[in-house]
């Protein structure tokens, strides 16, 4: 495979992205000697429709939509070694029930949770934007308790009025992180107060590793 078959842009890539990732794994470059590509990003999953819409009250939800998506957020096991870095970005909208509303966040790997964060927002009305940035970067491998992984997430949002916050989210999981086997990266959101008029909606998400 060469080079120029892993890098096509995005729009070139939609039809093709199934045998992509097949063909990555095939070709072993999860492996511990994989094919030398420095900082070559990879998408491994995009997520096109519909959207993840979360509202209060509803159980804790993961902005991963298997229905419409390109791709894997699966990472299988042994596939990672030290310095593999995964990217996440994912933006839409949010909108809240007054100030002072809170939903909790959390970033995993299968079972184990990497980070969790209580993020209070004020008063955001119909039409506020959101947008994550992030990254998880594998410290060690091997079994919970020896692997190690951080975690930093960056969450922007903007209300009606264009005014921009952030919270920066940042973690290190030494004790329930394992390489082993096979686990699904996942973010997830819960709205703590049961108001309806609590929503995020996620449009986007894009997961990729860099190698």
Known sequence: MSLNHLIYPLEEQTERLDIDVCDIHCCNIYSDNPITYNNIEIRAYEQLSPDVIITGGNPETSIFNTTGAIGSNLIPANSVRRGTKYKIYSHGEIRTNGANQDFIIKTKL???????????LPNLNQGSKYSINGEILIYETGNAGTAIAKTFLKFNFTDQQGLEEVKFIDNINNTTFQTTADDLADITIEWIS??????????????????
Do not use: M, P
């Open 110 to 120: 299968g079972t184990a949770i990497l980070e969790t964060e209580t993020i209070t």
């Open 194 to 211: 049961t108001s309806t008029s609590n929503i995020f909606s996620c449009h986007s998400l894009s997961f990729s590793r860099i190698y």
